[in-house]
């Protein structure tokens, strides 16, 4: 078997990222094979199931990959690489007319003669500002000329080179270096296969926010990113297979304010234990993870304001209460998809915005204040067993506490819950038919005469199927309703989302819902 291939001057190695097509693969075997003429190249896709086989042919294996993710094709198929500077001034520089000539270093450093006539000083000054820079799928794999990148990119902020064949993280230390300006790089699906940084290596750089997902790079790696970039905000690195997350010194990571650690494998929240020291911190994801339990001390991740855990393994309330001790800053919260989250979605909802009163947005949407009522008193029945079970016994007792401190107070405000029917059997506290009246609203000057009529309706009757009846009732078409509802202070709250129920909106017995008539 080859280990290498030199194909119109590009050299093909055993290993090497290729991209065939629109597709990526690896090389696995290069040579021929039995009953065949020529050289052929043995790749593993990266997408399953696009091979034919598992690196067999005709009863003899020639390399070892998944079954049918393994193909052999011809040389001539694979797309040649390119450097940075290349497709630079394929996309870029934007010239015309006739006159001298220009050299760009092409993968090889040898030089391309590029005809440039009459190069007017809008053109320069044209391809000098290019701000934002989108580099996508180009086969780019190095760098290439660095004094035309350089003169060219002095200005770009953004630049996305995501699903490219760069595998050498020096090539992107490099072209951070080339752009004094540059606040974003996009490397997602580059597969860095040389993680190595060059020895005494420094990046001077405005660079904020890397997207490093899909990269194949650890947390060793990373944090040696971050010695190298030391004003990075936010890094986002998922789909990276990680344990342990030490950060070894102080000096790394001392701007970061978001990080991204999706589906990273992660199994133990004491893992976190160094980020959550840092005190710029303020968003962390870690949804789509292996996390079982959250143990926060006291004092750490002081300024997280928001955290995704949805498609974790969560299943303990004692987990979600870890979650108060940062009331202080805790804002948003996404926790869809866990073990704990067993329940119908509106009740799990409710009682989790009581259980953690700071959250103001959960799982995406903001809790308004009718919604925070409902979900108190929602909470006080939903627990009432465990209360009436707690007063048994002081132990009890104290142990009912530290895990519902609010309880006693919210028992306080809306009345002690009842002990017959009392716990999570909810069906009947849900399904109670409440009165409503429902009163069509005339604007000052608007003609016509109110009218009103009174109505049955379970609590999680859905407000789409209100505004039906409100149609046939009241004569006005649903496509043209707008339905406010009447708290008992006078404020009006509006029933915006006709896919929730009533409760959501916290409509009790008695309540007036007004109806306006939309042009």
């Known amino acids: 078997m080859l280990l290498i291939v030199i194909l119109f001057s590009m ?16 090389v696995k075997y290069i040579g021929e094979v039995n009953g065949t003429q020529g050289e052929w190249i043995g790749v593993e896709w990266e997408e399953a199931n696009r091979g034919k086989h598992d690196g067999t042919h005709n009863g003899r294996r020639y390399f070892e990959c998944p079954e049918n993710q393994g193909s052999f094709i011809r040389p001539h198929k694979i797309s040649p690489s390119k450097t940075f500077s290349e497709v630079l001034f394929q996309r870029y520089d934007d010239v015309s007319g006739t006159g001298d000539e220009m050299s760009i270093l092409n993968r090889n450093n040898t030089a391309t003669q ?21 580099m996508r799928e180009e086969c780019i794999e190095d760098i290439g000329d660095c004094d035309y990148i350089e003169k060219m990119c002095n200005n770009t902020k953004n630049l996305d080179l995501s699903l ?4 050498d993280i020096n090539v992107i230390l490099g072209l951070i270096r080339l752009m004094p300006n540059l606040e974003t790089i996009q490397l997602k699906g580059n597969l860095i296969q040389n993680s190595v940084i060059r020895a005494n290596i420094e990046v001077h750089s405005e660079l904020r926010r890397i997207y490093l997902a899909s990269t194949g790079l650890n947390w060793a790696d990373l944090v040696v990113l971050g010695e190298v970039i030391p004003n990075l905000e936010e890094i986002y690195i998922s789909g990276s297979k990680m344990s342990d997350l030490p950060i070894p010194s ?21 893992s976190l234990a160094d980020i959550a020291k840092l005190d710029t911190l303020e968003s962390i994801i870690l949804s789509n993870n292996l996390l079982e339990d959250i143990q926060i001390e006291r004092g750490t991740f ?3 304001a928001a955290l995704s855990l949805d498609n974790n393994r969560i299943t303990r309330w004692e987990s979600v209460a870890e979650l108060r001790k940062l009331s202080g800053v805790l804002r948003t919260l996404r926790l869809r998809h866990n073990p704990l989250i067993t329940g119908p979605g509106l009740d799990m909802r409710l009682l989790l915005i009581a259980f953690l009163p700071s959250v103001t947005k959960l799982n995406g949407t903001a809790v308004s204040p009718a919604e925070r009522q409902q979900a108190d008193i929602f909470y006080v029945k939903y627990f009432a067993k465990d209360y009436h079970i707690s007063t048994v016994t002081e132990a009890e007792r104290g142990e009912f506490d530290v895990l519902h401190p609010r309880y006693s107070h919210l028992v306080q405000e809306y ?10 059997a909810i069906a009947p506290i849900k399904d109670q038919a409440i009165g409503v009246k429902v009163v069509r609203h005339v604007t000052p000057g608007g003609g016509g005469a109110p009218s009103e009529v009174a109505v049955k309706l379970l609590r999680t009757t859905p407000v789409k199927n209100l505004q039906v009846i ?6 006005i078409p649903a496509r043209r309703q707008r339905l406010w509802y009447v708290e008992p202070e006078g404020t009006r709250v509006e029933l915006e989302d006709n896919t929730r129920d009533l409760e959501y909106y916290g409509i009790r017995e008695d309540c007036t819902i007004e109806v306006e008539s939309a042009v």
Request: aromatic share 4%; with cysteine.
């Open 11 to 26: 050299t093909i190695v055993v290993g090497q990222r290729i991209v065939v097509g629109d597709n990526f693969a690896i």
């Open 114 to 134: 590029v005809e440039l006539v009459e190069l007017s000083k809008t053109d320069v000054d044209r391809a000098s500002q290019r701000v934002h820079l989108v």
């Open 164 to 167: 490219n064949l760069i595998h």
């Open 250 to 270: 102080q000096t790394v990571f001392r701007h970061l304010k978001c990080i991204d650690l999706q589906n990273c494998s992660l199994v133990r929240w004491l």
């Open 302 to 304: 002081p300024a997280l």
């Open 415 to 424: 009345g002690e819950p009842p002990k017959e029917g009392a716990g999570p």
């Open 470 to 475: 409100v149609q046939r009732r009241l004569k």
